[in-house]
Antibody
Framework: QVHLLQSGPGLLKPSQTLSLTCVISGDSVSSNSATWNWIRQSPSRGLEWLGR?????????DYAESVKSRITINPDTSKNQFSLQLTSVTPDDTAVYYCVRLTEQWPANTFDIWGQGTMVTVSS | SYVLTQPPSVSVAPGQTARISCGGNDIGSKSVHWYQQKPGQAPILVVY???DRPSGIPERFSGSNSGNTATLIISRVEAGDEADYYCQVWDSSSGLYVFGTGTKVTVL
């Protein structure tokens, strides 16, 4: 059974860097049949896909244009986890952040495993 | 960017059928997935590829997709189906995963 366990601070000041980690159990961050994603949810933006990392003979990442200049998603194979960094946060980045697996097996190309979510508040 | 539009709310009596629409340009050509989210919980997948169900999801959940509208259908609605529901597609033109605006289903 696959589980994702998130950790990271929940309160930030404007201009700081948001850092979250997602530990994977029951699967591998180096899997050739999954991608590892960060999705956030807020009342103003709804569910918003932020980006992903994945391994297909080498490491790849893709990011949403809305955050592309501020975001980094990194895998850590030694700890079987992946992380999110979002720089220069503003109150508009206040949201619940989820780490999520997208499987390319059955059910194909769906977000089938979600972390528990981390409420991140940006306030001075 | 690609936009998916859902009605904010749907109300249904127990035992009746709930239909939740998801509108998008030529959505019938895309693979649509549906997620259920209860308060304080992460979303879970209930229908994928417009009409298939993951293991553990009751047969009461089904869907359809044609033209500019995809629909999630919940038959014989139960109190436990009360939740927010989101449609989702992958937009190949932008490379983005896009979610609908969400629909709150209330069981009367």
């Amino acid at each position: 059974q696959v589980h994702l366990l998130q950790s990271g601070p929940g309160l930030l000041k404007p201009s700081q860097t948001l850092s979250l980690t997602c530990v994977i159990s029951g699967d591998s961050v180096s899997s050739n049949s999954a991608t590892w994603n960060w999705i956030r949810q807020s009342p103003s933006r709804g569910l918003e896909w932020l980006g992903r990392t994945y391994y297909r003979s080498k490491w790849y990442d893709d990011y949403a244009e809305s955050v592309k200049s501020r975001i980094t998603i990194n895998p850590d194979t030694s700890k079987n986890q992946f992380s999110l960094q979002l720089t220069s946060v503003t109150p508009d980045d206040t949201a619940v952040y989820y780490c999520v697996r997208l499987t390319e097996q059955w059910p194909a190309n769906t977000f089938d495993i979600w972390g528990q979510g981390t409420m991140v508040t940006v306030s001075s | 960017s690609y936009v998916l539009t859902q009605p904010p709310s749907v109300s249904v009596a127990p035992g009746q059928t709930a239909r939740i629409s998801c509108g998008g340009n030529d959505i019938g050509s895309k693979s649509v997935h549906w997620y259920q989210q209860k308060p304080g919980q992460a979303p879970i997948l209930v229908v994928y590829g417009a009409s298939d169900r993951p293991s553990g999801i009751p047969e009461r959940f089904s869907g359809s997709n044609s033209g500019n509208t995809a629909t999630l259908i919940i038959s014989r609605v139960e109190a436990g189906d009360e939740a927010d529901y989101y449609c989702q597609v992958w937009d190949s033109s932008s490379g983005l995963y896009v979610f609908g605006t969400g629909t709150k289903v209330t069981v009367l």
